[in-house]
């Protein structure tokens, strides 16, 4: 029995042996072809490498000669040519042959880019891109000039409150926003009592103060800052759910 016992166990063995040389092999597949990646990626950085050294090699544009009147006149008719002798130029020089390699294809893109380049310089053309300034609206403030009457615009900010005593009411709500507004030109101001998950141990409520819409951004200041609330009450925007169901 102990004989038999090791021949099997030895059989395992085996067994795992030849598991671990098929897996061996496919790791030495996998590597061979990462090599096989990394070399592309090296002659890619190696053609890339080329083409910034021709790039920096361009001559610097203040030691073209300055461009006299008689030639800046015929500088849109230079250029048209020159754009079309660029299509001319780069079929002639750049091969179309399917084997060529990408990394000589972007040498000589480069070559000839860098020509043209020193063409344009020479040329002494500047392109400048003319950026429209568009101006904010403005609102009147004017209280001297009565000649006009503007009509009453007014926006209203929503507030979430929560965290209150179960036995708050709305109108306890509304005379607290008419504590703090202070010189703040309050219209209405709408409160309702919003379904809580624990109704037994606080409230929420809904808020909507209606404000004149040049004081809009100072009332959501106003109602949004701590100092506004007692101590402990939770106090954020209030935005309607589309449902129609309060959040």
Not at 184 to 194: G, S
Not at 203 to 222: E, G, P, R, T
């Amino acid at each position: 029995m102990t004989i038999l016992a090791e021949l099997q166990h030895l059989r395992a063995e085996v067994r795992s042996v030849g598991k671990l040389t098929e897996e061996v092999t496919v790791l030495r597949q996998e590597v061979a072809t990462l090599r096989q990646e990394l070399s592309k990626l090296k002659q890619l950085k190696s053609a890339v490498t080329d083409v910034r050294k021709d790039i920096v090699k361009t001559e610097d544009r203040e030691n073209f000669p300055p461009l006299n009147a008689a030639e800046r006149g015929c500088a849109g008719t230079q250029l048209t040519d020159l754009a079309s002798a660029s299509v001319v130029s780069a079929r002639e020089v750049i091969p179309t042959d399917s084997v060529m390699q990408s990394g000589e294809r972007n040498q000589v893109g480069a070559r000839q880019f860098s020509a043209h380049a020193q063409d344009l310089r020479r040329t002494g053309l500047v392109h400048t891109v003319a950026r429209s300034h568009r101006r904010k609206p403005v609102i009147g403030a004017s209280h001297q000039n009565n000649h006009l009457k503007s009509v009453q615009t007014l926006k209203t900010g929503d507030v979430y409150i929560s965290r209150l005593h179960p036995e708050t009411k709305e109108a306890e709500i509304v005379d607290c926003i008419n504590e703090v507004k202070d010189d703040l030109k309050v219209h209405n101001v709408a409160c309702n009592r919003l379904q809580s998950r624990y109704e037994e141990l606080y409230c929420s409520m809904h808020a909507a103060v209606q404000v004149d819409a040049s004081d809009f951004s100072k009332a959501i200041n106003l109602f949004m800052s701590a100092e506004a609330w007692p101590v402990g009450v939770f106090v954020r925007r209030y935005f309607k759910p589309k449902d129609g169901q309060h959040n």
